[in-house]
């Protein structure tokens, strides 16, 4: 009985979870009407976890911004978009007022 009660306790917060982040299971491409390209300093790419690890070179004009509304919020992200920069894949993040609330993997959203 015990054993129940807790699957369904984590289950429960797992389906919680997954309803306070609108993005979950959505791609980038699929929730943007448009982006424009923005230009990182060398110095800004160090600050982004995200984007650290790529190239600041390679990647100075790779770097796209994109604001989109999903269920009546409104969302940031910032990403890659080239394939010099990221190996064809495009990586980042998305803000929610200002709040990192999903990183941009491969092109897909995953909730923080």
């Known amino acids: 009985m015990n054993k129940r009660f807790i699957f ?6 797992l389906s919680s979870i ?7 299971g959505l ?13 990182f300093p ?3 790419f160090s600050e982004y976890k995200e984007l650290s690890s790529f190239d600041s ?7 796209r911004m994109a604001s989109f509304e999903i269920d009546g919020k409104d969302y940031q992200a910032t ?3 080239e394939d ?9 993040f998305v803000l929610e007022e200002n709040k990192p609330v999903a990183l941009v993997l491969d092109g897909n959203f995953s909730c923080l």
Do not use: Q, R, W
Not at 27 to 35: H, N, Q
Not at 84 to 92: A, L, Q
């Open 84 to 92: 010099s920069c990221d190996g064809g894949n495009s990586y980042g």
């Open 27 to 39: 791609s980038l491409f699929d929730s943007l009407d448009g982006y424009h390209k923005v230009e």
């Open 57 to 63: 070179v390679e990647c100075k004009n790779s770097i």
């Open 18 to 24: 997954s309803m306070a982040c609108p993005l979950s």
């Open 8 to 13: 369904a306790i984590v289950l429960m917060s």
């Open 79 to 81: 990403f890659t978009y």
């Open 42 to 44: 060398k110095k800004v």
